[in-house]
């Protein structure tokens, strides 16, 4: 290639290079035959060859060609930015937790699920790393199995994988005795299970367990393993050990109550890494965590933007030394650690020269006493609201709607953190919601309001949950839910999930609830009011539920009432994709675009999950995160309008303001509820409350 590009340099010219009897260049190519050889290579992907015969000349110039296009700069060759930010967020992770390696997958990706990537990419780590001789300890997990499944070949003997748990006989096909099987398949190497179960019934049973001769001698092959492959799950309703059965016989609440964020092997640990004690450790049979730690290399393969705590905590405890994850949870790993990433468009460069800060120090607020904020504007909102919602009782945290509950209708109760009103209590009255519990800024409400609350709107028929799908609001609700029912109030619970952003699709149900439970109250408070009985009720609140999809983009920062400084720095060119409404950053960053742009990107992640066809119908919200002013809005509103029209997508229904907050952030969400004709009827039936009328 050198010697060619060196003889066009010397002055083999394009016309004296095209006397080879080639025939003319196509119209449509001008007079460039650097065009036509540039475009026939890059863009219809011809071998040089069939390049050379269909110009007529050879393949040496054809080699000279292309080398002198990408020198004149006709063909410009770059990395994809996803590509680019991966090895970026690579390089930090490594550096900044002190791990032999790390392998990180981009985020988006159009023909593979998450976990398939993640397999992938496990599967070649674990081809660089194994060596003839290895034992290779392996945990269970959907992406352990996606890794087996997913291993080249190898050309390896003597290998042996050991089962790094005890088995069960639950039904999920990634189970330690499937995963451990499929590993050694993908090796070609000797297998070696527990032969007992994960979980017993006692410490005493454990003890005899171990003391068993088999399982003493397969516990001694695991402590021969000099390689570890395990995934790690989250402390959410949708992870493993949530959905698996593994840990059916094990209340979780006790873990979540004493700060567990996530599970490794088994074993529950905090946000430093820490074991967390509780009913299970003298009750499991399998690895240890000390004995974990001790293995040469371990290798994690995890992935999920849900997934960052839980990560962040195995890295802090010195669990992983390589990391195989993808780059927006990688992102939020360096983030949620205080690590602030690099700016790729040189960013950076660009704040050391402006001149002042752009950053603000000091966000003003109309605050008395920063730590009775959330006081104060419930005792003003229920002045503002008297028409609608009274305190329940004496609690300061318990509302109930004056014309809602009644005998032989189900109730509804909301409720999560205060921050971001509207929502919840202005959503409180006639065809909505019955009751609402409100908690601390951005927290969840204990236990003893929302139990207030379903004793409130229980009109004999059982009570309906309705909530985001935060594991603090899932653990203080569903300890109110078994408080409920020992006072005889049945209680059903639907979590939102809307935010496509923060997990992938077949994690579905690990999704956030965002601003798209606006919707989904709607139609639970419809259904409720038209006296549909507890299961049609929570079926149709589902159904909503699954068909609602959310996308948030913000371009500053909220700020607490206690600091009253931005919750996170973002650059004057930046902006931040896939936001929640708790203040934290996106799931990623991404290059400020127009408002349309933005609103391209978001309905097309829309429209590839919610699968509509011309003539169908839907509801749109676009929210305002608290600092958005309307004009904004409506612009954003003009483009979605256009791209659904476009499509042939009906709008029924639609509402443009901030009807759920973050504060004082500037930002946006777009929420696209698709219709059928039950959910059309229950978004159009009559609903009074402060903050929604239909």
């Given at each position: 290639?050198?010697?060619?590009?060196?003889?066009?340099?010397?002055?083999?010219?394009?016309?004296?290079?095209?006397t080879e009897g080639q025939p003319a260049i196509p119209l449509r190519y001008g007079d460039d035959p650097y065009v036509w050889a540039?475009?026939?290579?890059?863009?219809?992907?011809?071998?040089?060859?069939?390049?050379?015969?269909?110009?007529?000349?050879?393949?040496?110039?054809?080699?000279?060609?292309?080398?002198?296009?990408?020198?004149?700069?006709?063909?410009?060759?770059?990395?994809?930015?996803?590509?680019?930010?991966?090895?970026?967020?690579?390089?930090?992770?490594?550096?900044?937790?002190?791990?032999?390696?790390?392998?990180?997958?981009?985020?988006?990706?159009?023909?593979?699920?998450?976990?398939?990537?993640?397999?992938?990419?496990?599967?070649?780590?674990?081809?660089?790393?194994?060596?003839?001789?290895?034992?290779?300890?392996?945990?269970?997990?959907?992406?352990?199995?996606?890794?087996?499944?997913?291993?080249?070949?190898?050309?390896?003997?003597?290998?042996?994988?050991?089962?790094?748990?005890?088995?069960?006989?639950?039904?999920?096909?990634?189970?330690?005795?499937?995963?451990?099987?499929?590993?050694?398949?993908?090796?070609?190497?000797?297998?070696?299970?527990?032969s007992a179960p994960a979980i017993v019934g006692t410490s005493e049973t454990r003890d005899l367990f171990m003391q068993e001769r088999?399982?003493?001698?397969?516990?001694?092959?695991?402590?021969?393993?000099?390689?570890?492959?395990?995934?790690?799950?989250?402390?959410?309703?949708?992870?493993?050990?949530?959905?698996?059965?593994?840990?059916?016989?094990?209340?979780?609440?006790?873990?979540?109550?004493?700060?567990?964020?996530?599970?490794?092997?088994?074993?529950?640990?905090?946000?430093?890494?820490?074991?967390?004690?509780?009913?299970?450790?003298?009750?499991?049979?399998?690895?240890?965590?000390?004995?974990?730690?001790?293995?040469?290399?371990?290798?994690?393969?995890?992935?999920?933007?849900?997934?960052?705590?839980?990560?962040?905590?195995?890295?802090?405890?010195?669990?992983?030394?390589?990391?195989?994850?993808?780059?927006?949870?990688?992102?939020?790993?360096?983030?949620?650690?205080?690590?602030?990433?690099?700016?790729?468009?040189?960013?950076?460069?660009?704040?050391?020269?402006?001149?002042?800060?752009?950053?603000?120090?000091?966000?003003?607020?109309?605050?008395?006493?920063?730590?009775?904020?959330?006081?104060?504007?419930?005792?003003?909102?229920?002045?503002?609201?008297?028409?609608?919602?009274?305190?329940?009782?004496?609690?300061?945290?318990?509302?109930?709607?004056?014309?809602?509950?009644?005998?032989?209708?189900?109730?509804?109760?909301?409720?999560?953190?205060?921050?971001?009103?509207?929502?919840?209590?202005?959503?409180?009255?006639?065809?909505?919601?019955?009751?609402?519990?409100?908690?601390?800024?951005?927290?969840?409400?204990?236990?003893?309001?929302?139990?207030?609350?379903?004793?409130?709107?229980?009109?004999?028929?059982?009570?309906?949950?309705?909530?985001?799908?935060?594991?603090?609001?899932?653990?203080?609700?569903?300890?109110?839910?078994?408080?409920?029912?020992?006072?005889?109030?049945?209680?059903?619970?639907?979590?939102?999930?809307?935010?496509?952003?923060?997990?992938?699709?077949?994690?579905?149900?690990?999704?956030?609830?965002?601003?798209?439970?606006?919707?989904?109250?709607?139609?639970?408070?419809?259904?409720?009011?038209?006296?549909?009985?507890?299961?049609?009720?929570?079926?149709?609140?589902?159904?909503?539920?699954?068909?609602?999809?959310?996308?948030?983009?913000?371009?500053?920062?909220?700020?607490?009432?206690?600091?009253?400084?931005?919750?996170?720095?973002?650059?004057?060119?930046?902006?931040?994709?896939?936001?929640?409404?708790?203040?934290?950053?996106?799931?990623?960053?991404?290059?400020?675009?127009?408002?349309?742009?933005?609103?391209?990107?978001?309905?097309?992640?829309?429209?590839?999950?919610?699968?509509?066809?011309?003539?169908?119908?839907?509801?749109?919200?676009?929210?305002?995160?608290?600092?958005?002013?309307?004009?904004?809005?409506?612009?954003?509103?003009?483009?979605?309008?256009?791209?659904?029209?476009?499509?042939?997508?009906?709008?029924?229904?639609?509402?443009?303001?901030?009807?759920?907050?973050?504060?004082?952030?500037?930002?946006?969400?777009?929420?696209?509820?698709?219709?059928?004709?039950?959910?059309?009827?229950?978004?159009?039936?009559?609903?009074?409350?402060?903050?929604?009328?239909?």
């Open positions: 290639m050198t010697s060619s590009a060196t003889t066009a340099r010397k002055g083999t010219s394009a016309k004296a290079a095209m540039c475009w026939l290579y890059y863009e219809e992907g011809m071998t040089q060859g069939e390049i050379a015969d269909a110009m007529g000349i050879s393949r040496a110039t054809v080699n000279s060609y292309l080398a002198e296009a990408r020198e004149r700069g006709i063909v410009n060759i770059s990395l994809e930015p996803a590509r680019l930010a991966s090895i970026t967020v690579a390089q930090e992770l490594k550096q900044h937790f002190g791990l032999d390696d790390c392998l990180i997958v981009p985020s988006e990706e159009a023909n593979l699920s998450l976990i398939d990537r993640l397999g992938l990419a496990g599967g070649q780590a674990l081809a660089r790393i194994m060596k003839s001789g290895d034992t290779l300890a392996v945990v269970w997990g959907r992406t352990v199995l996606s890794v087996a499944e997913q291993m080249p070949v190898l050309p390896l003997q003597d290998v042996t994988v050991v089962q790094a748990t005890g088995g069960t006989t639950a039904g999920f096909a990634y189970t330690p005795e499937l995963c451990a099987a499929a590993m050694a398949r993908a090796l070609s190497a000797r297998s070696v299970g527990i088999l399982i003493a001698e397969q516990f001694t092959m695991l402590d021969k393993a000099n390689r570890a492959l395990f995934g790690i799950s989250s402390m959410r309703p949708n992870s493993t050990i949530h959905t698996s059965g593994f840990f059916e016989t094990v209340s979780l609440q006790h873990y979540l109550a004493k700060g567990a964020v996530g599970v490794v092997a088994g074993r529950f640990i905090d946000e430093g890494g820490r074991a967390v004690s509780g009913p299970l450790e003298d009750r499991l049979i399998g690895i240890s965590l000390d004995a974990l730690s001790r293995i040469g290399t371990r290798i994690a393969v995890a992935g999920g933007f849900d997934k960052v705590p839980a990560l962040l905590a195995a890295l802090r405890g010195g669990y992983v030394s390589v990391l195989i994850t993808d780059a927006a949870t990688g992102a939020g790993i360096l983030r949620a650690d205080g690590r602030p990433m690099p700016d790729l468009r040189g960013l950076q460069k660009q704040r050391a020269a402006a001149a002042p800060s752009f950053s603000r120090t000091y966000v003003k607020k109309f605050l008395n006493n920063p730590d009775r904020v959330v006081e104060e504007m419930l005792e003003g909102a229920t002045k503002a609201h008297a028409r609608f919602i009274k305190p329940i009782g004496a609690s300061t945290r318990a509302f109930v709607a004056l014309d809602g509950p009644r005998q032989g209708k189900v109730g509804l109760v909301i409720g999560g953190g205060s921050g971001h009103e509207p929502c919840f209590l202005g959503y409180v009255g006639k065809g909505l919601a019955d009751a609402v519990a409100v908690g601390n800024v951005f927290s969840s409400p204990p236990p003893d309001p929302i139990v207030d609350c379903a004793l409130a709107a229980s009109g004999g028929e059982g009570v309906l949950f309705v909530y985001g799908n935060y594991a603090g609001d899932v653990m203080n609700f569903e300890m109110a839910a078994e408080m409920a029912a020992e006072q005889g109030v049945a209680v059903r619970t639907v979590l939102t999930t809307d935010d496509i952003a923060s997990s992938p699709i077949e994690d579905r149900h690990g999704r956030r609830g965002v601003a798209g439970n606006v919707l989904t109250f709607k139609i639970a408070g419809a259904a409720c009011d038209l006296g549909m009985n507890l299961d049609a009720c929570e079926a149709v609140t589902r159904r909503a539920n699954e068909r609602t999809y959310t996308v948030g983009v913000a371009l500053e920062a909220c700020s607490m009432p206690q600091t009253r400084r931005p919750n996170f720095d973002i650059g004057p060119n930046d902006m931040e994709v896939g936001m929640g409404i708790h203040g934290e950053p996106g799931v990623r960053r991404d290059s400020l675009r127009s408002a349309d742009e933005i609103v391209d990107a978001i309905m097309d992640k829309i429209f590839a999950e919610m699968k509509a066809e011309r003539g169908d119908r839907v509801a749109v919200l676009v929210n305002s995160f608290g600092a958005t002013p309307m004009m904004e809005l409506y612009i954003l509103y003009r483009r979605v309008e256009q791209r659904l029209t476009a499509k042939g997508i009906e709008i029924e229904m639609n509402w443009v303001g901030p009807y759920c907050t973050s504060m004082d952030m500037v930002g946006a969400s777009i929420s696209v509820l698709h219709l059928d004709k039950e959910l059309t009827e229950l978004l159009r039936h009559p609903c009074e409350t402060a903050a929604l009328h239909v």
